[in-house]
């Protein structure tokens, strides 16, 4: 894939994203139509995946990782009012904040799936700027953390069809996955990263999909294989750490309970197993 075609598949994508942009129907309930309009973005969502996995098998350069996150940055928008808009419902756009962060976690997840950790971390350090959030009295710029919203409708849809799911978003990213070619660990192992990292830097990051890692027995793949120092040493950029130390504090703050882990009810996971604490650089 050269460069040049993959500015232009960028921009074309983002600009056609406009088209998934939700029409009121009343007569539709609205979170069935916009659970019919994610439905309806899946080969789109399809096609992008087969382009991150080939930037990450054959453009992971510093130059194609600015030209990702400028097309994450691109997308964020879409998860608040047009400029212009001086009306809309509190759901309008919450297919936008569900399919942006999808993109997100699989932009990550298969970067980091593919060992590109120095990719990865410049689309997780570096701010996205985005001018609209200064509308709502924010700074233009905003960190990793913008990807994830809260998705109000989804929580409605689950009370109002009786679902009794303790993430119905988590069981839609789910099910959505089964078409992506990827396997939903990769997903689960961003969210872990994004979430210790976001931690680490006092943001807030919500891991959707951690629903389905509470009763994991082991560590994610890279942490299994940072048994050996010199993998730890190259992975630890994910998750903005220096040392072991570093992190030994991190986890017992979640112990001691001064930094809170998610819960689904009674449900939660534990960093500690899904990091391999025990054996992390224990050879060379």
Do not use: C, M
């Given at each position: 894939m050269?460069?040049?075609?993959?500015d232009e598949y960028f921009a074309l994508f983002s600009k056609n994203l406009e088209n998934f942009r939700i029409q009121e129907n009343r007569d539709t309930e609205q979170d069935d139509?916009?659970?019919?309009?994610?439905?309806?973005?899946?080969?789109?969502?399809?096609?992008?995946?087969?382009?991150?996995?080939?930037?990450?098998?054959?453009?992971?350069?510093?130059?194609?990782?600015?030209?990702?996150?400028?097309f994450l940055e691109n997308l964020i928008p879409y998860m608040n009012?047009?400029?212009?808009?001086?009306?809309?419902g509190r759901w309008d756009f919450d297919n936008f904040k569900f399919i942006v962060h999808e993109i997100f976690l699989y932009a990550i997840g298969i970067s980091i799936k593919h060992e590109r950790?120095?990719?990865?971390?410049?689309?997780?350090?570096?701010?996205?700027?985005?001018?609209?959030?200064?509308?709502?009295?924010?700074?233009?710029?905003?960190?990793f953390s913008a990807f994830r919203d809260y998705v109000d409708s989804i929580e409605h849809?689950?009370?109002?069809?009786?679902?009794?799911?303790?993430?119905?978003?988590?069981?839609?990213?789910k099910e959505r996955n089964k078409s992506s070619g990827v396997d939903f660990n990769i997903l689960m192992q961003a969210d872990f990263i994004l979430f210790i990292r976001a931690t680490r830097e006092s943001e807030r990051w919500w891991p959707e999909t951690l629903?389905?890692?509470?009763?994991?027995?082991?560590?994610?793949?890279?942490?299994?294989?940072?048994?050996?120092?010199?993998?730890?040493?190259?992975?630890?950029i994910l998750i903005s750490i220096n040392t072991l130390n570093d992190l030994t504090e991190l986890i017992d703050s979640f112990k001691e309970d001064r930094q809170r882990l998610?819960?689904?009810?009674?449900?939660?996971?534990?960093?500690?197993?899904?990091?391999g604490q025990e054996k992390l650089c224990t050879k060379q």
């Open positions: 050269l460069q040049e075609p993959l139509l916009i659970v019919e309009n994610i439905d309806k973005f899946l080969p789109y969502r399809n096609e992008l995946i087969q382009t991150f996995i080939a930037i990450a098998q054959y453009l992971p350069t510093e130059e194609v990782a600015k030209k990702v996150h400028r009012r047009p400029e212009n808009t001086s009306q809309w950790f120095e990719f990865s971390n410049e689309l997780l350090s570096t701010p996205y700027f985005v001018p609209s959030r200064s509308d709502y009295g924010n700074g233009a710029a905003t960190s849809r689950n009370k109002r069809l009786g679902l009794r799911r303790l993430s119905l978003r988590a069981d839609i990213l629903l389905y890692s509470s009763h994991s027995y082991g560590p994610f793949e890279i942490w299994a294989r940072s048994i050996s120092r010199n993998y730890f040493d190259r992975a630890k998610p819960r689904w009810d009674w449900d939660t996971f534990n960093p500690s197993v899904l990091l």
